[in-house]
């Protein structure tokens, strides 16, 4: 008889027990409800017929190869195109033996997360920041501490604080989202990053970016990435494909110093043995076509036109009820409701079938329980409205 899964289990899976993430993704699946709780992208601005002439392609020149193990560290081919698209998009500069393709960008941050860690060590995030990744860390034993951004902007003199109030040997490294923070959408300004860069070097700390939003920006150019000003490989640098073209394909990366890419591929090599090989040809693909050059207007274009719907509607249903800074990129408005416990008033939200995310769960301390982060990608601008609507009601 199979022994009582209780005492098979270690604590790890209670450890990353994230019921929010299991109710985003459980909903993704039902249609009727309305869904301002993920990060998706509408897939409306997925480029469909290129990648299908794509995946077509590289099935008849290169099927030998596509539909075969491959290197952990990535497909040599698709790993030139990323190196290409980062320098001319962001002035991001790596060499192929400093880059490691993976999984997603979550799969970077796990095998990093379980070449570094030791029991207790800390890591330093904004607060809130990005919760799944807090998650992860806490598998490994990892402890965050987390520094305030008042209005978008890291408070660097308070992240210093409490990295003096660690014990040197327990300080592990700064894991933060320099350009559209998730769940802000607020970017560092070039000070901010300077003051970051100066402060994790004068304490020896490597800076994790994590940078998935980046180049999703409304008003005007993307900022520089913090590793495009990093002078002594301070920082090491993730991102993905999966909000400019497609989370299907699982695809993102690491960049850092070389041995380090290569301890994390060894742990990256028993997770998956490889990315997924036919996802990395038809993305090499994509990029030396300039798929994703020639689509992110258009991307930039109605997500600009579905944030607008969100925030005029938030003003029109809540007036002074409701506080935000209008996101200047990525995904999210992240919103505070004056009196209301937005983690309580989720089961009238939920009766109402609209879905977010309460904002106490992006905190690593000092909860706001009157936060909700609201996705204005994935809806179409009618559910946009009808859903806030629907929070008016479910909140007062
Ligand atoms: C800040 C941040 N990092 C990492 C990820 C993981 O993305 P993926 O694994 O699809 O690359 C996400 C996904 O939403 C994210 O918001």
Not at 326 to 350: D, H, I, Q, W, Y
């Amino acid at each position: 008889m199979l022994m009582n899964p209780q005492e098979l289990l270690t604590d790890v899976p209670k450890r990353v027990e994230n019921p929010d993430l299991n109710n985003i993704l459980a909903y993704t699946v039902k249609p009727d409800v309305i869904n301002l709780a993920g990060g998706l992208p509408d897939p409306a601005v997925f480029p469909s017929e290129p990648l299908r002439d794509i995946a077509e392609r590289v099935l008849k020149e290169n099927y030998a190869a596509a539909l075969q193990y491959s290197p952990a560290t990535g497909v040599p081919e698709f790993k030139r195109e990323i190196i290409s698209f980062l320098s001319r998009n962001l002035g991001v500069e790596a060499k192929e033996d400093q880059l490691l393709v993976t999984s997603g960008s979550q799969e970077a941050l796990f095998a990093l997360a379980m070449s570094i860690f030791r029991p207790g060590d800390v890591v330093f995030t904004e607060n809130p920041t990005y919760y799944v990744a807090v998650s992860l860390f806490k598998a490994f034993e990892a402890v965050p501490v987390g520094a305030p951004m008042p209005s978008g902007q890291l408070d660097v003199n308070v992240l210093e604080r409490k990295i003096k109030e660690v014990e040197p040997k327990r300080r592990k490294l700064i894991y933060v989202m320099p350009n559209a923070q998730n769940p802000t959408g607020a970017s560092m300004t070039e000070e901010t990053k300077r003051h970051l860069l100066e402060v994790a070097e004068r304490y020896g700390l490597p800076v994790v970016e994590d940078d998935p939003y980046g180049m999703i920006n409304y008003e005007g150019k993307s900022p520089r990435p913090l590793k495009a000003m990093d002078r002594n490989n301070q920082v090491i640098y993730m991102s993905t494909m999966s909000k400019v073209l497609a989370p299907g394909l699982r695809l993102g990366w690491m960049i850092g110093d070389k041995e380090l890419v290569n301890a994390v591929s060894n742990v990256k090599q028993v997770i998956d043995l490889n990315t997924n090989t036919l996802s990395q040809y038809v993305a090499a693909y994509a990029l030396r076509g300039r798929v994703i050059e020639n689509n992110l207007n258009n991307i930039k274009r109605v997500y600009t036109s579905k944030r607008n719907a969100m925030v005029d509607e938030l003003r029109d249903s809540f007036g002074d009820r409701t506080d935000f800074v209008k996101p200047e990129s990525g995904m999210f408005v992240f919103s505070f409701f004056k009196g209301v416990n937005t983690r309580e008033s989720l089961k009238e939200a939920v009766k109402r079938s609209v879905l977010y995310l309460p904002g106490d769960a992006l905190y690593v301390s000092d909860p706001r329980y009157d936060a909700a982060r609201l996705n204005f990608t994935y809806p179409s601008e009618d559910k946009i409205k009808e859903g806030i609507r629907r929070l008016r009601q479910a909140f007062y």
